[in-house]
């Protein structure tokens, strides 16, 4: 897990040398907007990466429902970012985090960003007394599989999707 000798209020937590993670405000739907888009990008296996869209990361910043936390290498660039959810957990009658995105930039990858981001949130679940985290990998993204093996268990579960409205939205 991350330790906290590694959190400062003014900082947020410290991932790895010269990178933090700390929650995003709407100064940072610039940034964030980057890499939503090569995120999309990436999930579109080849297809064009969109273009930035400050005003939806914008809104994704001030969507009540979500919580954004972005790395920051120390000279200030955004070089991931975490979209989870607090949300009921029926089985146990309490609360869980859904990490709806994670998204590392290429040139941050072979530091463990993911894990330790996934660790960050889950501290923070535990600290809101989640009974667990939870997140979606597409099924052909053996590198991702592999890396969250090292510190999750595979859930018991398999995920379905019912796509809505135009069918070129689909990723």
């Known amino acids: 897990m991350v330790q906290d000798e590694g959190r400062s209020p003014a900082e947020g937590i410290v991932l790895a040398p010269g990178v933090i993670l700390r929650p995003l405000t709407l100064a940072d739907a610039g940034p964030l907007a980057g890499l939503l888009a090569e995120y999309a990008g990436a999930l579109r296996h080849g297809g064009p990466a969109p273009d930035p869209d400050p005003a939806y990361a914008g809104a994704l910043l001030q969507d009540p429902k979500v919580e954004l936390h972005g790395a920051f290498q ?14 009921p957990e029926a089985i146990s009658g309490r609360r869980a985090g859904q990490v709806d995105d994670l998204y590392v930039s290429e040139a941050a990858r072979g530091q463990r960003l993911a894990q330790k981001i996934l660790e960050a949130v889950a501290r923070l679940g535990e600290a809101r007394d989640w009974i667990q985290v939870r997140w979606l990998v597409p099924v ?30 689909r990723w």
């Open 74 to 87: 120390a000279d200030g660039q955004m070089v991931a970012f975490v979209l989870f959810l607090d949300i």
């Open 140 to 169: 052909e993204n053996t590198e991702a599989r592999r890396a969250y093996a090292r510190f999750a268990e595979e859930a018991p579960w398999v995920s379905h999707v019912l796509w809505l409205g135009d069918p070129e939205a």
